[in-house]
C-alpha cells in the first residue's frame, strides 16, 4: 500500500502551479493561449505533399470516385430493372 501525503489527501485543490488558480476568466484565457500553443506546435508537425505528390492523390481520388459512381449507378439500374420486371413496368 502507497503512502499519499496530506497535500495530495485535502480538499481537492491544487497548488498555485496547478490548474485552480486565478479567477475563472484568467484561467479559460490561459486554458484557450494552450490549446492554440498546441494546435500551432501539431500543425508544425505537418509533411505537406509536393506538387507530383498532390497530383498523384488527386487522380486518384477521381479514378476512386468515378468508379463508385459507375457500380452505385450499375447496381441501381440492376435494381430499377428489377423491380419493374417483378412487378410488371
Do not use: C, H
Not at 475563472?24 to 500553443?37: D, E, G, Q
Not at 494546435?39 to 506538387?51: G, S
Not at 488527386?58 to 439500374?77: G, H, N, R, W, Y
Request: aromatic residues 12%; positive net charge; charged residues 20%.
Amino acid at each position: 500500500m502507497t503512502d499519499v501525503s496530506a497535500e495530495t489527501r485535502g480538499s481537492g485543490r491544487t497548488s498555485r502551479k496547478g490548474g485552480r488558480s486565478g479567477n475563472p476568466v484568467s484561467r479559460f484565457f490561459r486554458a484557450l493561449s494552450l490549446f492554440v500553443s498546441q494546435i500551432l506546435d501539431e500543425l508544425r508537425k505537418v509533411v505537406r505533399p509536393t506538387r507530383a505528390e498532390l497530383v498523384n492523390y488527386t487522380i486518384v481520388v477521381i479514378v476512386f470516385v468515378v468508379f463508385v459512381m459507375a457500380l452505385v449507378s450499375s447496381v441501381d439500374f440492376g435494381f430499377t430493372k428489377l423491380v419493374l420486371w417483378v412487378f410488371g413496368g
